[in-house]
């Protein structure tokens, strides 16, 4: 995954900078550890092209209010976007979501960013006025 997250190309598209190897050596610390809020649950699922193929991006979902909440968010490469790679994975980890009994839904998506506003539209969440650090908030209710 290092070498997906290190691709500068990719942070034309989702916005930012790529972090250094000490960066990602902190991020991947970081996660290891969990969540500092006991309130909140990390998920993250490496995609991978094929049964056997190379990491190619992952989906991460943040549970919050007991679990009712999610935050999902998905990044892949950029040499395996457009092949539908992030639609699918998201798919799976929304249906697992589901079976959580998740209430609500929630993605970031830099606004512009065409492939995920599809990859979010396919979900069935909606395009919110909220705006948080730059991207726009979309939302799925799967329970009222």
Known sequence: MAGVLADPLLYTVIG??????????????????????????????????????????????????GGSTAELAWVVGVPWQGRGLAGRAAALVLAHLRGRAVREVHAYVRPGHRASERVAERLGM????????????WRLVLRP
């Open 16 to 65: 930012g900078e790529p972090p250094t190897v000490g960066e990602l050596r902190a991020r991947y610390a970081g996660q290891l550890r969990g969540p500092v809020d006991p309130d909140e649950e990390w998920h993250t699922w490496v995609v991978r092209d094929g049964d056997d193929g190379p990491l190619v991006g992952f989906v991460q979902a943040t549970l919050t209010r």
């Open 126 to 137: 909606v395009r919110t006025a909220v705006q948080v650090d730059g991207e726009t908030r």
